[in-house]
């Protein structure tokens, strides 16, 4: 199943705004029925190279939406 960017990146909203942190990617991949954790962090990776989102290289719970409010209220 192929998720589009835009799924991907109201996920991250979503799950930050219920939370108050950041998902991690094990929670990212069930939110979106990804088949693994990895498959999350490496749409996460290419988000992250067109410039979407932000992250801090390991460090648990650092993915950062840039711009917009995807899937927060």
Do not use: C, F
Not at 12 to 19: D, E, Q, T, Y
Not at 22 to 47: I, K, N
């Amino acid at each position: 199943m192929k998720v589009s960017d835009a799924a991907i990146l109201d996920a991250i909203g979503r799950l930050k705004a219920a939370s108050g942190v950041a998902p991690t990617y094990r929670e990212l991949a069930a939110e979106l029925g990804l088949a693994s954790w990895s498959s999350a962090r490496y749409r996460v990776l290419q988000l992250e190279v067109g410039g979407s989102v932000e992250r801090r290289d390991r460090v648990a719970r650092s993915v950062q939406l840039k711009g917009g409010n995807h899937g927060q209220a």
